[in-house]
């Protein structure tokens, strides 16, 4: 999820709950019968195809090649999942459709690279001390937010300063003692941090690395969330909430492409909350909208077949992905014993929510790591055993007479409720009784986050570099009135190991310490794991550049936001 994800996704993933699938229940994530539409496409004017080649389903690409140069004009319509409740990273709750609007507003300090590294983006280089507990971070020489403010290191400590004073965007960066403007070099920021952090400026392609003007951060409320003051590619024109957002082309926007054209190449960009999966599929087939997003996988084969005929182009995010699962807060009864989280597990059969989804079954999770990530470790996670399950409730029950009752939250969409519905019928099979809620997604996360709940269907973690998932499962973030460690889990294991980790950018110790943590919470179940999602991105014929292009200094980029999945920077994208 996402404060800054899809609940909240700030610094790693912030992602919430699924609000992909919207038909009626067919229950589960990855069905064999969806694996994958391996299709030779074409579509006029010439395509590029390209499948999955990680063993999972396959999603193919299909892009139409330029017919030329990029020009310059029109305007993106572009179908995003959700509203947000503003456009501050240091203050707003931000989801993938946040990220969408973010990375039109603003630049973050740093972003991945096509090999999944980190680079400097808005920054210009970041140095660290020989003990990763000094960072310098310095800033590019003349460039400006939109109100002609220059982006310094005066202010980057103060963006940095306002995220840290956040009650709970802050939390991402509690390791950070101090930021501070370099009195010697206005173009240089310096960061302390109270223990060792090697890993830091991944943690800066995420919320909490999008610098935001001084004048915005000093407006009252509500105009420091719905006026965004940043140096990105776009100015907000106009935000009606619930209706569009619109942006148009910054004049004096700092990029330029590797012919020294000046970015972006759009006039505009509008963005529309479509909250319905299927409705955001339709509005692009009808034409009206020009590109979306989307991680149904219902969806996703629907949009295969059309681009498979050449009506539209589709491309499929092959990176770091997000995790769904039931998220469980270990504090509150019944879910507060582990006899109970780890019987729901046994009673939860993931194969068939993954079919009932349309979800190929090889998207399988039993972690947060996908099998081809280099931190994956084989876990046996507990699934679909009946009578192992009914043995741990019947212990719990034995302690606790009477009926063990779970109240299951989501989204309020045609989807999760389906899904709060099997799961329903799953655990009914151990004794225990799901009392489903659903919740607006913006109370969601804030319910989730202040703990006022005792399992959700939840969307998260899909940071590249897996330090930027740290403060999700921290312990220090475990209590309070708010918390990210939204399943309130504090185990002394899992802090040495995410400690361990983060001090160091020794690749062999951080596997083993991530080992450590896929260990533990195997054992722990603070989640149960369904799958990992597959992003999408679909365009009309006429939109070139669809994903992300270049770095500033021209290397190849990530083709979508590494850690914040399905969402891209349009400023590269053109129309032709």
Not at 87 to 100: C, D, E, H, I, L
Not at 146 to 173: E, W
Request: charged share 20%; hydrophobic share 40%.
């Amino acid at each position: 999820m996402a404060l800054a994800g899809e609940a909240i996704r700030m610094a790693g993933p912030w992602t919430s709950q699924r609000t992909s699938r919207e038909r009626s229940p067919r229950w589960v994530k990855f069905g064999a019968a969806a694996i994958a539409l391996s299709l030779a496409l074409s579509a006029c004017g010439g395509s590029s195809s390209s499948s999955s080649d990680d063993g999972g389903a396959k999603v193919s690409d299909v892009t139409i090649k330029a017919s030329g140069e990029p020009k310059t004009g029109g305007t993106v319509k572009f179908g995003i999942e959700a509203e947000s409740d503003g456009f501050n990273p240091t203050t707003n709750r931000w989801a993938v459709s946040g990220y969408m609007i973010g990375n039109a507003v603003f630049d973050p300090l740093a972003a991945y690279d096509a090999s999944g590294k980190w680079q400097p983006y808005l920054a210009k280089s970041f140095t660290p001390s020989a003990d990763y507990k000094t960072w310098t971070i310095t800033m590019r020489a003349g460039v400006n937010f939109s109100d002609g403010t220059p982006v310094d290191g005066a202010a980057v400590a103060k963006s940095l300063g306002a995220v840290i004073a956040d009650p709970l965007i802050g939390i991402t960066l509690r390791n950070i003692a101090s930021v501070t403007a370099d009195p010697t070099d206005p173009l240089v920021a310096v960061v302390t941090t109270v223990d060792p952090w090697a890993s830091f400026p991944a943690q800066m392609t995420a919320q909490p690395g999008y610098i935001v003007a001084p004048a915005q951060i000093d407006a009252e409320k509500p105009a420091s969330s719905n006026q965004p003051i940043g140096s990105g590619p776009f100015i907000q024109k106009e935000w009606i909430p619930d209706n569009h957002w619109m942006g148009t082309r910054n004049p004096n926007y700092w990029r330029s492409d590797e012919k020294g054209n000046k970015l972006p190449y759009l006039d505009a960009v509008e963005f529309r909350p479509i909250i319905d999966s299927s409705a955001r599929a339709s509005a692009l087939l009808s034409g009206d909208i020009t590109m979306m997003q989307t991680s149904s996988w219902i969806d996703i084969n629907r949009l295969q077949s059309e681009a498979s005929a050449g009506t539209i182009q589709l491309v499929a995010d092959r990176g770091e992905t997000e995790e769904t699962f039931v998220l469980f807060n270990t504090t509150k009864a019944p879910a507060d014993d582990v006899r109970v989280r780890v019987g729901l597990a046994w009673c939860t059969d993931r194969d068939q929510y993954l079919t009932a989804n349309e979800e190929p079954l090889d998207r399988a999770a039993d972690s947060q790591f996908a099998p081809d990530s280099p931190y994956y470790v084989k876990t046996d996670f507990p699934n679909n055993d009946v009578a192992k399950g009914k043995t741990l409730i019947d212990e719990y029950k034995a302690d606790h007479p009477g009926d063990v009752t779970i109240v299951l939250g989501a989204a309020p969409t045609p989807a999760a409720i389906a899904n709060m519905s099997l799961l329903a019928q799953q655990w009914g099979r151990c004794g225990v009784t799901v009392q489903q809620k659903t919740t607006e997604q913006s109370k969601f996360i804030i319910d989730t986050a202040t703990g006022q709940y005792t399992a959700n269907i939840w969307r998260q973690f899909a940071a590249s570099d897996p330090d930027g998932d740290y403060h999700w499962w921290a312990g220090r973030n475990a209590t309070g009135v708010l918390t990210v460690n939204f399943a309130r889990l504090n185990d002394p294991q899992i802090n040495e190991a995410l400690d361990k980790a983060r001090a160091t950018p020794d690749e062999a110790v951080r596997k083993e310490a991530y080992a450590t943590v896929q260990k533990r919470q195997t054992e722990l179940v603070p989640y149960i794991w369904f799958s990992h999602t597959q992003w999408v991105v679909g365009a009309a014929k006429n939109i070139r550049n669809v994903t992300n292009v270049s770095l500033p200094d021209g290397q190849p980029s990530a083709p979508m936001l590494a850690g914040f999945d399905g969402a891209l920077r349009l400023t590269q994208t053109w129309i032709e």
